[in-house]
């Protein structure tokens, strides 16, 4: 009985031991993500964003559609798009990994609310992605 007593006391632990393993880690670095068209065709203004993790971003952490009013996008884009035209022209104290082009907005055109609402967005997920802020 005592011996009985010893094998299952010792089985017990090895199956705790061999329980108490961590759990598979994922490898992210083959993850493919369609690009996201930021896109107004009557004014042929097209930016295109691959930077991983926005199309998540825009599904689960962007305010809806409609949050936000169009006039305060498109003051958010031209503070936001200043600056980082700015850092863009400024390689040398900017990461030219992340402000890798200028991007061509003018406060005078209406882009219409999809393209302000996804170009805000974008500058908010970088900041977040990136830790940066654009102000």
Do not use: H
């Not at 094998?7 to 705790?16: E, Q, W």
């Amino acid at each position: 009985m005592i011996i009985f007593k010893q094998v299952l006391i010792l089985f017990t632990i090895v199956l705790l031991f061999f329980s108490c393993s961590s759990s598979p880690v994922k490898n992210n670095s083959n993850i493919k993500e369609d690009p996201v068209v930021i896109a107004n065709e009557s004014l042929g203004y097209e930016i295109i964003i691959i930077d991983i993790g926005f199309n998540l971003y825009l599904q689960t952490v962007a305010k809806p559609e409609g949050f936000y009013s169009q006039n305060y996008l498109e003051s958010k884009n031209s503070i936001f798009v200043a600056v980082w035209n700015s850092r863009a022209r400024n390689l040398t104290a900017f990461n030219p990994n992340v402000y890798e082009n200028v991007i061509d907005y003018s406060p005078s055109i209406d882009y219409g609310y999809e393209v302000n609402y996804k170009l805000y967005n974008y500058f908010k997920f970088a900041e977040q992605k990136y830790k940066m802020r654009l102000r």
